[in-house]
């Protein structure tokens, strides 16, 4: 007879799998339908696991335009600039809060807080922007959500549970603030960096409501817009020319979910072994 624990481990191992299939399938699908004809497609129902013929023409369609491409430097410019500026300005805040002589810290603290429990709303973020001289500029696209007060309460946890001890002794040494944060805290802080850092750059990868609201010009469209704009409101990224055989409608749409996929699914593996204990640390602590 098995005993209880082995039967146990099986049994996870079996939700595991399931799991992983489950999250597996539809990515197989999307990539599988992408690399189809139209053929392929209308026999598998929409969805093709094994393309019979793979072919690249839906990927060849959607770079042939330039909408596709022109977007995707758009959103690996806000995706790098935004997560530098938002993670620059998270650890600067999450460091001067996460230090007891700082005069007026918890209020600071409580009013970044309040905005996880209270959101202003479209009108008045609109106004905001439009007031600033931020509209329909890409600045529009960073500065509304430069931080996040999930990310910096995760990150002032973190500082928090640093040893005093050695913060103290830098100090003594003559150590100022700024150098404390480049020499000690910051070389002893690169899982939660590397996580908040992860959190920022999907977040500004995803985004498209801010697009939708504060850009007017098509030109400065981030990917996810094109996405919205194409796969869920059926516009075309180009004319097709004459004698042209265009690929299928519904491959199409799948190339251009897998180009948004590929720049997210490259970098995660490199943040991942961080991913787990930067999370926990800060949110046990402080």
């Known amino acids: 007879m098995e005993s209880p624990s082995r039967v146990g481990r099986a049994a996870k191992a079996l939700l595991l799998v399931l799991i992983t299939l489950a999250v597996i399938y539809p990515i197989v699908g999307v990539v599988g339908t992408s690399l189809s004809d139209q053929a392929t497609i209308s026999v598998n129902g929409g969805l093709v696991l094994i393309p019979t013929h793979p072919q690249l023409d839906a990927y060849r369609e959607i770079f042939a335009g330039g909408v596709v491409s022109r977007a995707l430097l758009v959103s690996l410019g806000i995706t790098l600039c935004g997560t530098a500026a938002s993670v620059l300005v998270t650890v600067g805040m999450a460091y001067g809060l996460s230090r007891p002589e700082v005069t007026g810290s918890r209020v600071i603290l409580m009013v970044a807080l309040l905005t996880m429990l209270f959101n202003p709303g479209i009108i008045a973020n609109f106004l905001t922007v439009k ?148 999370v926990l640390t800060g949110a046990v602590k402080g």
């Open 131 to 278: 007031s600033l001289g931020l509209y329909n500029s890409f600045a529009a696209l960073v500065l509304p959500s430069l931080v996040s007060a999930f990310n910096l309460v995760v990150l002032r946890s973190f500082f928090m549970g640093l040893p005093g001890e050695l913060l103290d002794s830098a100090r003594v040494d003559g150590a100022g603030d700024f150098r404390i944060l480049v020499r000690v805290v910051l070389p002893l802080s690169k899982a939660a960096i590397a996580v908040i850092t992860l959190f920022y750059a999907v977040s500004y990868w995803n985004a498209f409501f801010n697009a939708l609201l504060y850009l007017q010009d098509s030109a400065k469209n981030p990917l996810p817009m094109v996405l919205r704009s194409f796969v869920i409101g059926g516009q075309s990224l180009h004319e097709a020319a004459a004698g042209e055989i265009p690929a299928p409608q519904q491959a199409v749409q799948m190339a251009v979910l897998v180009v948004a996929l590929v720049p997210i699914l490259c970098v995660y593996p490199f943040l991942q072994r961080y991913f787990t204990k930067g």
